[in-house]
């Protein structure tokens, strides 16, 4: 499959034999690690690295024809994961404000302590879940550029619904943020699992 875009004055042609390679399906079994930590060097790098490990053919306004390398690779990696960074940086930042605004219910108050504000960005488990949130934005962006999506239509809503889940679990509004991820399981997951 190829992909073409413009970059400036040059025109990239992606060659990939594989939307989604193998290899970096593999990877995604993610460590625990929290946002404060090595988040950023361990293994999400890795698994960016090989899900954009493809030869690109760049074409230049006077009909140079050269390919790219490790660097053109290194520098796309790269750019996904500051993406990624920001928008996991901005989902800890959320889930803090709306933690530390929180009133307890009156039977807790007796026995409510208020949450370290660093609490997100040091905690491991969130830490990997965001991870999970990177990858799966990273994933979609491949297959949409590829276009290798069997329904165009039911990936878009499978964006949107992990981002809806995300936002009603930092509400504290756990009960519709499950029943939001489990439309997306059962629309999206379930039937990529029984196709394959």
Request: glycine share 4%; aromatic share 14%; with cysteine.
């Amino acid at each position: 499959m190829s992909e073409r875009r413009i970059v400036s004055q040059y025109m990239v042609i992606t060659l990939s034999t594989d939307v989604i390679p193998y290899k970096a399906i593999s990877l995604l079994n993610f460590s625990d690690e929290s946002l404060d930590s090595s988040f950023a060097n361990g293994d999400l790098v890795v698994f960016l690295s090989e899900l954009y490990n493809e030869y690109n053919l760049i074409l230049s306004e006077s009909g140079d024809i050269s390919f790219s390398g490790e660097h053109f690779r290194h520098y796309i990696t790269e750019q996904k994961l500051e993406r990624g960074l920001e928008e996991s940086c901005n989902f800890a930042e959320q889930f803090t404000k709306y933690a530390v605004n929180t009133l307890p219910a009156p039977a807790a108050a007796e026995t409510y302590k208020l949450i370290n504000p660093e609490y997100f960005f040091s905690n491991v488990s969130f830490g990997r879940t965001l991870k999970y949130l990177i990858a799966w934005d990273n994933l979609c962006s491949n297959v949409l550029a590829e276009s290798a999506f069997f329904s165009q239509a039911h990936l878009l809503e499978a964006r949107t619904d992990i981002d809806a889940s995300v936002d009603m679990a930092a509400r504290f509004y756990y009960k519709q943020s499950f029943q939001i991820l489990r439309g997306f399981l059962e629309n999206a997951v379930l039937p990529v699992h029984f196709c394959n």
